[in-house]
C-alpha cells in the first residue's frame, strides 16, 4: 500500500469543511460547519464537533480512514481549521484572556521582523496548539455500534471506538499543560514544547541561534503565563453489570477528558464514550524501564450521559413486526401470563395478577390530586409454595427493581437515611429500597416480619407515591414511584380461613386495603393438580430444565421490551363503560355488607378494578377500555377474594359450576322484581345481565352457556330463540 | 529425571527467548504442544516444583513450576509488545524478539520503540491464591508424592524440600526463616510479613478457629486478599496469553508457568498509589507467573487422577463402595455420637453438589442443618475436625455476634485500589462451609450483620452470592456445601433439618473424638476421602418408570393426608433419592431406594415432630 498523501487528506477535510451544507425546510442552504467556523474565529465557540455521519454523506472513505487512523486525522483537521479561520473572521475579536493577547503579541512580532521576501506565512513558527483556541472532535457515525468494554482490544488501538459503561471515578478537573514556554535569560528569545505525554523533561540549555553561534549557554526559564494549558481529567468507567459473562469480574478503563469534555460525569453516572484508544507515551528514562508493557486510556472525543432506562432502550430498539406477532397471537394474554417463572407450576392468576402489576396502570392526576396508577400486590401463602422464587423472578424480569426482605431492612433503608458525608462533613440524602425502585418494583418478602414501626414508611408510599423526610434540617419529598409486590408468611404458619385476614397476616387494614391484590397461594390436594405438579418436579430433576409445555415461554428480554412498549400506551375508560363500572361496584359492596366478608370493599376497590382493567388494555396495546378488561379485571379481583376464603370455595367445590351460576341467575331475576328495572319483570332476565355477572364472578363464558343449556333441558328456564332473555317457569 | 527438568527449564529459556522472525510462525504453537503432551504424564508432572510447596526464593527465574491455586480477581487486560526490535549499541544489528513470557526487555539492548515490526498484544493478568481452606491432609499427600524422590531439587540452591522426613520443629524453621529473609527485604519498602500475624506455627494450628485473627492480618500494609481470615501462602499474578474468557473467578486450577521475579518498577501513570500498591506489589511477595498452559480442576482431592471424569480407577474403586460406605456410616455415627440418622444425613449432604441450575432454582444443593448440637462445648470444632479430615477444602465459620457484625463476608469492589476485595464467602467449587451457630449469642446485630446473614441466607437458598460493586450487585453463582450446627432450630433456611439425638454422653468429648480419629487406619481414612470426592462427580438419571412410580406415589401420598408433602418436599425427597442412589453407587433411582428415601425422611421428620411435642414452642 502506498503510504497516505496526507497533504491531499488535507485538501479533503478543507473541502468538506467549506462546503459541507444541509438543506433546511425552505430549501435553504445551511452551512452547517462554516457557521460554526465563524463563531470559532470570534472565539465564541470553543468544541467544533465533527460528525462523521456528514462526512460519511460527502466521503465514505474518509470516515473509515478517519476511526482507523483518529489520532493523525484531528491533526488534519485542525490544520484545516486553522488555515481557514483567517478567511471566515468577519471582526475584529476583542482578546479575551492573556493567551489571547500572547498570540496577539507573536503575530506581531513576527510581522516585524518578517523579511519581505519571504511571503510564508509566519504563524508557522509557533507549535500549532498555542496560537488554537478551538478544540476539535468528533463524533461518532450512527452506524458505528457502541462495544463491550472487554471487546477493545489490542487491535483497536489507534482507533475511534465506542464503548459503554458506568463512571466509577473522576478526578477533579486540573490544568495540563499542553504548550510549555521557555525564555532564555540570556538571549531572551522563547522556546516552545508541545508536551503528549503526561510528564516531560524541561528544556534546559537554549536552542535559538544566537546562543547555539555564541555558546553563550542560555539557561531556559519556564513561563507559566506564556505556556498553553487545558482543562484535564482523568475517568475510569466500567463495564455495566449485563455485558459481564458469569463468572467474570467487569473491566474497566482510564478515559482521559480534555478541554470542553471535562466535568460531563461524575460517578455513578451511566456513560458512552466515543474516543481514540491510545497506548500511553512515556518519556526519556521511563520509556527505557517501562519494558514492554504499556498501558492504555481512551481519549474522548464526546461522553454523552445515559440515564439507565435510556440506556435499556437503546440496547431494545423497536420490535419488529416478527416477534410483535409472535406476542399478540392467539391467548397471548395467558402466554404472557405463563412465561414469568415458566419453572413454578401453576398460579395462573397469580401470574397474570404479575403480568399487570408489570405493565401497570394509567396514572390519574386530575386537578393536582394525583391517583396512583402503579399496582401493588401482596402474596400470602403457607410456607413452601414458591412465593420467593416469584418475587425473585419478578425482581429479575422488571426493568427497574429493587428486592429486599421485611427482617433484614428497617424503615430507614426502605425509604431514606439522611447521612453525613465523612470526608465533607456535608449532610446527603440515601435513597433507600423505595427510592431506588422508583418507577419500577419493589418486591419485599416476609413483609409480615418488618417491624411496626417501618411498616408505617411504606402506607404513603402506597398511595401518595412519595416519602417524605422530615430530618436533620432536611425537608423533602422525594418520588418512589413503583410497585410493591410483597411476600407474607400466615401469622400461625398456615392460613386459617376462618379468621379475617388481618388476623391471618396481622397487618393493619390501612396498609391491607392499599394493596390492589392480596392473593392466598395455599396448597389444597387435588389428584389432577398434585399428579402435573409431580411430573413438573420430577422432569426438572431428571432433565434440568422445566418440561415442554404447549408453549415456549417468551424470552425475558422480548417479554421487557414489550412491556415497554405497552407502557407508553395511556388508555382511558370511555364514558360508556362508566356506569357499567359503577353498577358492578354497587353490587360487591351490597354483597360485602351481606356476606361478611372478610375483606374490604371499599372506594379503593373501584380504583383498584380501574387500574386493572387500564393495564389489561395496555397489554393489549389499545387506547380505550373495553368491557372485557373490566370482566377481567373483576374476575381477578373476585378469584383473588375467593383464594382468601379458602373454606368457603372449597365448600362449594362440591357444587357444581352450573349450580352456582343458576341461583346467580335467580338472584338477579328475583332482583328484577324487588327493583322493578333493569333486569326485566317477573321471572325474565336479559341473557347478557346474566352472563356479566356470572363472569365477574369468575366464571367462563363457556361454564356459563354450559349451565344455560343444562337447566333448560331441565325445564327450569326457558331461552328465546334469539337467546336474549331467560324467562323462569 | 532431574535431567528431565533441566532439559525442560532449558526448553524453557529457550522459548522464551528466542527470536521468533527465523522460524515458522506455528513454531510456538509446536512448543506449547509438546509441553502439554509432556505434561501429561503424572510422573513428568511431578517434577515440576510447586509453588504451593517450594518457598519463592529457592526457584530459579524463568524456570518452569506448577501452582494450583484460586482465581480470586481479574486485573484489566495489559498490552505488551509481542514482538520488538532490539538494536545492538555496539553492531547496531537489529534483531526480532518475543516479548511473550516475560516482563523486561532483555538487557544490554536498546529497545526501538518505532519499529514497524513491533507488535501490540494483549495478555489477561489473574490474582490467584491458594485454594482456599485447603485442607492440611490434601498439601501433606500431593506433596509428599512429589517429595519421595530426593533428587527433586532444584539445581541452583541448597534447598533439600523433603518436608516428610522433617520433623515438625524443623519444619518451622525452616518456615519462618524465609519469612524473615522477606521481611528484611521487604522491610524498607514499608511491607512486612505476608501473613499479616506473625508466627506462622500458631497459624497452621488455629487458623480457622482464629477469627479475631482477622482484623490484625487486614491491617497490615499489603493485604494479600485471601478470602479466608488466617490463610497464608503465595500469591501469585497469573498473565494468561490465550483463551482467557475459559476461565473464571472463583476457579480452582492447576497451572504450569514460566516463574517470574523480575522486577518492574510500578510507575504507571494512569494508576493511583493504592492501585500501583495492589496492581504490582513486589515480585518477592507476589511472584509473576506466565501461564503456559493450566487445566480447570474439578476437585483438589489429590487421591483422584485429576480428572475424575475418566474413572478408570473410579470403576474399580465402585465396587467396594458399599463395604466403604457401611465403614464410614459406622465411623460417622460413632463421631455423632451414635446418631446414625444424623449420620446417614451427614454422608448425603456431604456427597452432595449443584449439578445444574434452571433459571433461579439450583439443583441438587442439600443444605444440613444439624441441630441439638451441645451449647458451650467443643464438640462443634471437633466435629469440624473429623469432616475436615475427610473433604478436600473446607471452612468453619463461628456464627458468633462478633464475627457477624466485622467480618466481610461478602467480597466487595475497591474502586480505590481497583480490586475486588475478598470475602469468606468467595470459595471455590464445592467447598464445605461449616456454619457454627451454638457460637451465637444474645445482642445486637448491626447493618453490617443484618447484611451477613441475609447473604448466607442467599446463598443457602439459591447458592449465589452477589458481590457488592457499589453501583450495583453482580450475582455469582457458586457452589457450596452449607451444614449448619446449631442448638435449636437454626434462624437461616435450610434444605433438611436433623435433630442430633445423642445415644451415648461419654464424659470427655475430645478425648472421645480424638479415640476415634485416632483408631481409623490411614488407608481407611483414604478410602473414605476418596469415596466422598469420587461419588461427587458421577452422573445420575432417573427412567421414565420410575418417574411414573414417583409421581403417583405422590398424588397417592397428597390424597391421604395433603399437609403431609408440599412441592419442595417432594423436591427434597427427589434430592435425597438421588443422593442415597449415588452413595451406594447406583448411577439411576431404583424402586427400593424411592422407598428407603421416603422412609428416611419419615424418620426424620417423626423427629422434629416428637421435638415438637417436647419443646411445645420450637417451629
Known amino acids: ?729 | 529425571s532431574t535431567q528431565f527438568y533441566k532439559w525442560l527449564n532449558h526448553l524453557m529459556s529457550l522459548h522464551v527467548q528466542t527470536k521468533p522472525s527465523n522460524c515458522s510462525p506455528d513454531w510456538e504453537t509446536k512448543v506449547l504442544e509438546y509441553f502439554k503432551e509432556k505434561l501429561k504424564d503424572n510422573e513428568a508432572a511431578s517434577w515440576v516444583p510447586s509453588l504451593n510447596d517450594v518457598p519463592v526464593h529457592y526457584l530459579k527465574a524463568n524456570s518452569l513450576v506448577k501452582f494450583r491455586c484460586f482465581i480470586q480477581d481479574m486485573f484489566d487486560p495489559e498490552f505488551y509488545m509481542g514482538v520488538y526490535e532490539t538494536v545492538d549499541p555496539s553492531s547496531k544489528s537489529k534483531v526480532l524478539r518475543s516479548g511473550k513470557y516475560k516482563d523486561v526487555a532483555e538487557c544490554g539492548h536498546q529497545v526501538d520503540l518505532n519499529t514497524k515490526n513491533a507488535v501490540t498484544l494483549e495478555r489477561q493478568t489473574f490474582y490467584c491464591v491458594p485454594i482456599p481452606g485447603e485442607s492440611p491432609w490434601v498439601k501433606e499427600i500431593s506433596f509428599s508424592y512429589s517429595c519421595s524422590n530426593p533428587a527433586r531439587v532444584v539445581p541452583s540452591t541448597s534447598y533439600a524440600p523433603c518436608r516428610h522426613k522433617r520433623s515438625y520443629e524443623e519444619d518451622e524453621d525452616m518456615e519462618t526463616q524465609p519469612h524473615k529473609q522477606k521481611e528484611q527485604l521487604a522491610g524498607p519498602q514499608g511491607t512486612t510479613d505476608i501473613h499479616g500475624s506473625g508466627d506462622p506455627k500458631r497459624l497452621e494450628t488455629e487458623a480457622p478457629s482464629s477469627l479475631s485473627n482477622a482484623a490484625s492480618g487486614c491491617s497490615s500494609p499489603l493485604d494479600l486478599n485471601f478470602p479466608l481470615p488466617g490463610e497464608k501462602g503465595p500469591a501469585c499474578l497469573v498473565k494468561v496469553y490465550e483463551e482467557w474468557e475459559l476461565f473464571k473467578v472463583n476457579d480452582i486450577l492447576e497451572v504450569y508457568d514460566c516463574f517470574s521475579t523480575s522486577l518492574v518498577d510500578p510507575m504507571d501513570c494512569t494508576e493511583s498509589v493504592e492501585e500501583q500498591r495492589v496492581h504490582c506489589p513486589p515480585a518477592s511477595l507476589v511472584p509473576r507467573l506466565h501461564m503456559l498452559y493450566a487445566h480447570r480442576l474439578q476437585h483438589n482431592n489429590p487421591l483422584l487422577p485429576p480428572a475424575a471424569s475418566e474413572g478408570q480407577s473410579s470403576s474399580g474403586f465402585l465396587n467396594d463402595v458399599v463395604s466403604v460406605r457401611g465403614e464410614l456410616l459406622g465411623y460417622l455415627t460413632h463421631v455423632l455420637l451414635g446418631d446414625a440418622l444424623a449420620a446417614e444425613y451427614l454422608i448425603l449432604h456431604l456427597i452432595s453438589t449443584v449439578y445444574a441450575r434452571r433459571d433461579v432454582l439450583p439443583l441438587g444443593k442439600f443444605t444440613l442443618n444439624l441441630s441439638g448440637c451441645p451449647h458451650n462445648s467443643t464438640y462443634t470444632e471437633q466435629l469440624y475436625r473429623v469432616i475436615q479430615q475427610l473433604i478436600p477444602s473446607s471452612f468453619r465459620l463461628g456464627m458468633s455476634l462478633h464475627n457477624m457484625n466485622n467480618l466481610r463476608l461478602v467480597p466487595r469492589k475497591d474502586y480505590t485500589a481497583n480490586r475486588l476485595l475478598s470475602g469468606v464467602l468467595q470459595l471455590a467449587p464445592n467447598t464445605s462451609l461449616f456454619l457454627d451457630e451454638t457460637q451465637l449469642e444474645q445482642g445486637q446485630l448491626d447493618s453490617t450483620g443484618v447484611r451477613n446473614i441475609t447473604a448466607l441466607g442467599n446463598l443457602i437458598s439459591w447458592q449465589k452470592v452477589d458481590y457488592d460493586f457499589n453501583y450495583h450487585q453482580m450475582e455469582f453463582p457458586c457452589n457450596i456445601n452449607v451444614l449448619i450446627a446449631s442448638e435449636g432450630k437454626s434462624l437461616l433456611p435450610c434444605d433438611c433439618h436433623v435433630r442430633l439425638q445423642p445415644q451415648l454422653a461419654p464424659p470427655n468429648l475430645e478425648q472421645y473424638i480424638s479415640t476415634i480419629q485416632v483408631s481409623l487406619s490411614p488407608s481407611l481414612l483414604n478410602k473414605f476421602r476418596i469415596y466422598l470426592s469420587l461419588l461427587r462427580t458421577l452422573d445420575y438419571s432417573i427412567s421414565e418408570e420410575v418417574t411414573k412410580a414417583v409421581e403417583d406415589d405422590f398424588v397417592e401420598m397428597r390424597k391421604d393426608d395433603p399437609q403431609s408433602i408440599s412441592a419442595e418436599d417432594l423436591h427434597r425427597l427427589l434430592v435425597v433419592a438421588r443422593l442415597l442412589s449415588l452413595s451406594v453407587g447406583h448411577t439411576t433411582l431404583s424402586r427400593d431406594r424411592w422407598m428407603r428415601a421416603k422412609h428416611l425422611e419419615t424418620l426424620r421428620t417423626n423427629r422434629t415432630e416428637q421435638q415438637k411435642c417436647v419443646n411445645g414452642n420450637e417451629p
Not at chain 1, 114 to 129: F, G, I
Not at chain 1, 546 to 564: E, G, S
Open chain 1, 1 to 729: 500500500m502506498p503510504p497516505k498523501d496526507y497533504f491531499a487528506e488535507k485538501e479533503k477535510c478543507k473541502k468538506f469543511l467549506q462546503e459541507f451544507y444541509t438543506e433546511d425546510e425552505s430549501g435553504k442552504k445551511v452551512f452547517k460547519y462554516g457557521a460554526q467556523l465563524v463563531s470559532l474565529a470570534h472565539r465564541e465557540q470553543v468544541a467544533l464537533h465533527l460528525d462523521l455521519d456528514d462526512v460519511a454523506e460527502e466521503d465514505p472513505e474518509l470516515v473509515e480512514s478517519i476511526c482507523e487512523n483518529t489520532k493523525r486525522y484531528v491533526g488534519l483537521f485542525a490544520d484545516a481549521v486553522h488555515e481557514l479561520l483567517p478567511e471566515y473572521r468577519q471582526k475584529e475579536v476583542v482578546a479575551k484572556d492573556s493567551l489571547d493577547v500572547y498570540i496577539e503579541h507573536r503575530l506581531m512580532m513576527e510581522e516585524r521582523s518578517r523579511d519581505p521576501s519571504d511571503m510564508r506565512d509566519r504563524r508557522n513558527q509557533y507549535p500549532a496548539e498555542l496560537m488554537r483556541r478551538f478544540e476539535l472532535y468528533f463524533r461518532p457515525p450512527s452506524t458505528a455500534k457502541p462495544r463491550v468494554l472487554r471487546d477493545v482490544r489490542a487491535e483497536s488501538i489507534g482507533q475511534l471506538v465506542t464503548v459503554r459503561g458506568i463512571v466509577t471515578r473522576a478526578t477533579e478537573v486540573k490544568p495540563m499543560m499542553a504548550v510549555a514556554t521557555y525564555t532564555c535569560d540570556q538571549c531572551g528569545a522563547e522556546t516552545y514544547q508541545p508536551i503528549q505525554s503526561p510528564s516531560f523533561m524541561p528544556l534546559i540549555m537554549c536552542p535559538s541561534q544566537e546562543c547555539v553561534t555564541n555558546k553563550s549557554g542560555g539557561r531556559l526559564y519556564l513561563q507559566t503565563r506564556g505556556s498553553k494549558f487545558v482543562k484535564f481529567q482523568e475517568l475510569r468507567i466500567q463495564e455495566h453489570s449485563d455485558q459481564v459473562p458469569v463468572g467474570h469480574i467487569p473491566r474497566s478503563m482510564t478515559i482521559y477528558a480534555r478541554g470542553e469534555n471535562t466535568r460531563v460525569a461524575q460517578p455513578g453516572d451511566h456513560v458512552a464514550v466515543c474516543g481514540v484508544f491510545l497506548p500511553l507515551l512515556r518519556t526519556g528514562f521511563r520509556q527505557a524501564v517501562q519494558g514492554l508493557l504499556s498501558d492504555t486510556y481512551l481519549e474522548a472525543h464526546c461522553i454523552t450521559l445515559l440515564n439507565k432506562t435510556e440506556d435499556d432502550e437503546l440496547g431494545a430498539q423497536e420490535l419488529s413486526e416478527e416477534e410483535l406477532r409472535q406476542i399478540t397471537e392467539e391467548n397471548f394474554y395467558e402466554k404472557l401470563a405463563g412465561s414469568i417463572a415458566p419453572e413454578i407450576y401453576g398460579h395462573e392468576d397469580v401470574k397474570k395478577a404479575l403480568l399487570l402489576l408489570l405493565v401497570g396502570g394509567v396514572q390519574q392526576a386530575p386537578k393536582g390530586m394525583k391517583i396512583r396508577g402503579n399496582i401493588n400486590i401482596c402474596l400470602m401463602g403457607d410456607p413452601g409454595v414458591a412465593k420467593s422464587q416469584l418475587l425473585c423472578y419478578i425482581d429479575r424480569l422488571a426493568p427497574r427493581s429493587q428486592y429486599t426482605t421485611g427482617r433484614g431492612s428497617s424503615g430507614v433503608g426502605l425509604t431514606a437515611a439522611v447521612m453525613r458525608d465523612p470526608l465533607t462533613g456535608e449532610m446527603t440524602l440515601e435513597g433507600g429500597a423505595l427510592v431506588l425502585a422508583d418507577l419500577g418494583v419493589c418486591c419485599i418478602d416476609e413483609f409480615d416480619k418488618m417491624a411496626d414501626a417501618d411498616r408505617t414508611a411504606i402506607h404513603e408510599v402506597m398511595e401518595q407515591q412519595t416519602i417524605s423526610i422530615a430530618k436533620a434540617g432536611i425537608m423533602t419529598s422525594l418520588n418512589a414511584r413503583c410497585s410493591i409486590l410483597a411476600a407474607a408468611n400466615p401469622a400461625y404458619g398456615r392460613y386459617n380461613p376462618r379468621k379475617s385476614v388481618e388476623q391471618n397476616i396481622q397487618l393493619p387494614a390501612a396498609l391491607l386495603s392499599r394493596f390492589d391484590l392480596l392473593w392466598l397461594i395455599q396448597d389444597r390436594p387435588d389428584p389432577d393438580a398434585d399428579l402435573r405438579l409431580a411430573q413438573h418436579i420430577t422432569y426438572v430433576h431428571q432433565h434440568c430444565r422445566q418440561p415442554p409445555t404447549h408453549f415456549t415461554p417468551i424470552d425475558m428480554k422480548l417479554m421487557r421490551r414489550y412491556i415497554a412498549l405497552c407502557q407508553r400506551r395511556q388508555p382511558v375508560v370511555p364514558e360508556s363503560l362508566a356506569n357499567y363500572i359503577t353498577a358492578a361496584y354497587v353490587e360487591m359492596r351490597k354483597e360485602a355488607r351481606v356476606n361478611k366478608d372478610t375483606t374490604f370493599t371499599s372506594a379503593r376497590t373501584l380504583l383498584s378494578i380501574l387500574r386493572l382493567s387500564t393495564a389489561l388494555a395496555r397489554l393489549r396495546l389499545v387506547d380505550t377500555v373495553e368491557k372485557e378488561d373490566v370482566n377481567e379485571a373483576m374476575r381477578l379481583m373476585e378469584m383473588s377474594k375467593d383464594s382468601l376464603q379458602a373454606d368457603k370455595s372449597s365448600s362449594t367445590r362440591t357444587q357444581r359450576p352450573a349450580d352456582v351460576i343458576f341461583s346467580l341467575v335467580r338472584e338477579l331475576a328475583s332482583e328484577g322484581v324487588a327493583g322493578r328495572g333493569r333486569g326485566g319483570a317477573g321471572g325474565v332476565v336479559r341473557l347478557a345481565d346474566a352472563e356479566q355477572r356470572c363472569v365477574s364472578r369468575g366464571f367462563t363464558p363457556a361454564q356459563f352457556q354450559a349451565a344455560l343449556d343444562e337447566y333448560e333441558e331441565l325445564n327450569v328456564w326457558q331461552i328465546n330463540q334469539a337467546r336474549t332473555r331467560i324467562t323462569f317457569v
